[in-house]
Structure formats: structure tokens, C-alpha cells
């Protein structure tokens, strides 16, 4: 079961978070939470190289494991069994849902919302838009027509990465949002932000929850 903070609303914010950064959110995020009235989900036990990219691809770093490409598989997960337990747990019906990712999950965001109608709105945290032939194959899709507001948060100095692949993540990035605004009727917002690869979190997630709930 993944971990919630719930409010007396029908909004739930769905976050994949990576490990790393679990331990420092929780009062984070129970402040986010009552300040904004949203209750949020945290969902873990996620295998990460796998489960958020949405075909196989080489690993970035030397010796790095490939990425398996099977997001249409945990999407099944989250749509069909992680959502509905999560909401029957909480007693909310009628959910109003935002997904949230950060690096590969942010990734995973933006493919779910061309990928599936669950989600009103989307945000990328640092989003691993430069994945191979990813922005591509958002050129050759529409998105869900049930999407209102999407978020994309970048470091200014993200582009900055020594992998060749990382370092195109600005301009994909921007090319992303670009698609976005051409092919759906979403508010999109995009912003670069101070900053490396997700690094200070907190700020973003406060910006984040501002832009979409606020």
C-alpha cells in the first residue's frame, strides 16, 4: 500500500519519488498538503530503470543497467490497482488526480498523459525528457484530451551534463513543451529553474503544487 497524507478533498496528487530524497519529504509534504488541500500518495516499491521508461534503451552512466521499457506495464499497475485501493483506502470517489514525477518518473508523466485519461494534471520535476527518441514519438501522438494543467520544472544548469545524452535535456525539454501546447487544449508552463539535476528539491515541489493548485 503507498503511503498517503490525506485531506478532506477529492484532489490527490500521485507522486514517484526517487529514494533518495523519501526520507527528508514527509512534513514537506503534510505541509503541501494542508496548505494547498490535496491529499498526496507517495508510491514506492517502484523498480526504477524499468518500470517509468516506455521502451528499452542503453544506460546512461558507464556499467549502468539498460532501461527495460515497460512503463505500459506498470501503468496497467497504477491505473487497475495501486489508484483504486489507494482511493477506496482514503474513501475518495470522484478523484480529481495529478501525477508526479521526478527525473525518470517525470518522464513516465508526461508518456502517461498521452497514454491514459486517469490523470487532470501532470508534473514533470526534472524530467528525463532527453530519453532516446522520446520527444520524437510525442510528435506522432496526441494526448489525453482530460488533461488541464501540466507542469515542467527544469535547473537552469541541468543542460550542463557531462553524458552527451543528458546534455540535450534543455532543448527536448522545451521541444516537449512545445508539443504540448500544439496538441492539446492544457494549460502548460514551463519554467527553468535554479539549479542541477533536481537539486534543491523542496523549492520545486513548493513552485509545483503553486502552479497547479494555487
Known amino acids: 500500500m503507498p503511503s498517503f497524507v490525506k485531506q478532506n478533498t477529492n484532489q490527490i496528487c500521485y507522486m514517484i519519488l526517487p529514494e533518495g530524497i523519501r526520507e527528508d519529504l514527509p512534513i514537506v509534504l503534510k505541509g503541501l498538503s494542508e496548505k494547498y488541500s490535496v491529499s498526496i500518495v507517495v508510491i514506492e516499491d517502484v523498480n526504477w530503470n524499468d518500470n517509468l521508461t516506455p521502451w528499452p534503451a542503453e544506460g546512461v552512466f558507464k556499467k549502468a543497467k539498460p532501461f527495460g521499457g515497460h512503463a505500459a506495464v506498470f501503468l496497467d499497475k497504477l491505473t487497475n490497482k495501486i489508484i483504486p485501493e489507494a482511493e477506496r483506502n482514503m474513501g475518495v470517489e470522484d478523484a480529481d488526480r ?117
Open 98 to 214: 495529478t501525477i508526479m514525477g521526478v527525473p525518470l518518473s517525470g518522464l513516465f508523466a508526461i508518456w502517461v498523459g498521452f497514454n491514459s485519461n486517469a490523470f487532470t494534471n501532470i508534473i514533470s520535476i526534472s524530467g528525463s525528457l532527453w530519453y532516446d527518441g522520446f520527444v520524437e514519438w510525442m510528435n506522432k501522438q496526441m494526448p489525453s484530451s482530460q488533461i488541464k494543467k501540466v507542469c515542467i520544472l527544469l535547473g537552469e544548469m541541468e543542460k550542463n551534463a557531462k553524458d552527451k545524452r543528458m546534455a540535450t535535456v534543455e532543448e527536448r525539454t522545451l521541444a516537449a513543451a512545445n508539443i504540448l501546447k500544439s496538441k492539446s487544449q492544457a494549460a502548460v508552463i514551463l519554467e527553468l529553474v535554479e539549479g542541477t539535476h533536481f537539486s534543491p528539491i523542496l523549492p520545486r515541489l513548493e513552485r509545483a503544487f503553486e502552479v497547479v493548485y494555487g
